[in-house]
């Protein structure tokens, strides 16, 4: 099986270097100084991966390039690389269809974690879209363990039956995907192992093996027993997602938001920040545990 095609943007020779090294085992790699020779390689190859500077002469013409890339491929996710990060630039980059933003400098992890983000959210089976175009309205409900390595294979499956409601296209899938991805995550971090923002900036600086610590964490009472639950109401005009964990809750209002410009480098919040610009609604319970995402359907939407 082939390796999926990533094409490198950026101005900075080092960048190229640093990022071949990492994803050449997972990925081939191409590479261009400029958005125009960006642009040529794309109308030439169509890639999965597509990672780029957004500081070039005009912060505008990356969007504008972020913008006809979505319109030609679909399907290609796309992460912006800045320096001079702004909430501005951010926003923009992730409303013109971009998965993701790292600001410089990042680390090696970072990009492991990005990467195994673009990795789960593009294993959207292809399916019948014409076996279910009858469908106006379905409910159903989930009940996970504290487990990370199930999320994966339960977004396979959950997906693979949301694709199939009429309303539906691959940018929409993209979002719920990525949506619910990060929302169970948090369920499971944040919620049922009580790890606040404050305890995992400290805990990615103490041990070696962040998400080995998680593991053992979960694996222990009380948290062994606590499950996450999920429910999704489809409607021909929405879909929602009720997303409840068995933690203590939290502050939603104490969150540290990557709007403010201190935080932009800290991973921290960037899962709500993101599916907060992806969804056309977020809102939590007061206690904090439970969240709602909604997402409004447009079937003539391409």
Same mark, same amino acid.
């Not at 085992?25 to 100084?33: E, F, L, V, Y």
């Given at each position: 099986m082939s390796k999926p095609l990533a094409l490198i943007v950026d101005s900075d020779p080092i960048v190229h270097e640093l990022m071949r090294e990492i994803l050449t085992?997972?990925?081939?790699?191409?590479?261009?100084?400029t958005l125009d020779e960006a642009m040529k390689l794309c109308w030439e190859r169509e890639y999965t991966l597509i990672l780029t500077e957004i500081q070039f002469a005009e912060t505008q013409s990356a969007i504008n390039f972020i913008e006809k890339i979505k319109r030609k491929m679909p399907n290609t996710q796309i992460v912006v690389m800045t320096g001079k990060a702004t909430v501005e630039n951010a926003v923009a980059a992730l409303r013109a269809g971009a998965m993701d933003f790292l600001t410089k400098p990042f680390s090696i992890e970072d990009i492991a974690l990005l990467i195994e983000k673009f990795f789960l959210i593009t294993n959207i089976r292809e399916t019948d879209y014409s076996l279910l175009d009858a469908m106006i309205e379905e409910k159903r409900s989930f009940a996970l363990p504290t487990d990370f390595s199930l999320i994966n294979p339960f977004l396979n499956e959950m997906m693979t =039956?949301?694709?199939?409601?009429?309303?539906?296209? %691959? %940018? =929409?899938?993209?979002?719920?995907?990525?949506?619910v991805y990060e929302m169970l995550v948090n369920a499971m971090e944040h919620g049922n192992l009580e790890i606040d923002y404050q305890m995992k900036k400290d805990l990615l600086e103490e041990v070696t093996d962040y998400q080995e610590y998680l593991q053992k964490r979960a694996a222990n009472e009380p948290f062994l027993s606590r %499950?996450?639950?999920?429910?999704?109401?489809?409607?021909?005009?929405?879909i929602s997602f009720t997303i409840t964990d068995e933690g203590k809750g939290f502050d939603v209002s104490k969150i540290p938001s990557p709007r403010d410009e201190e935080?932009?480098?800290n991973l921290n919040g960037r899962g709500i920040f993101i599916t907060r610009v992806n969804m056309d609604a977020i809102t939590y319970n007061d206690k904090g545990n439970i969240v709602r995402l909604v997402k409004i359907l447009n079937p003539a939407e391409e």
């Open positions: 085992s997972k990925m081939s790699i191409d590479s261009a100084r =039956i949301i694709t199939r409601f009429p309303g539906m296209n %691959k %940018k =929409i899938l993209l979002i719920i995907r990525l949506s %499950k996450v639950w999920l429910s999704y109401h489809y409607e021909t005009t929405q935080n932009m480098e």
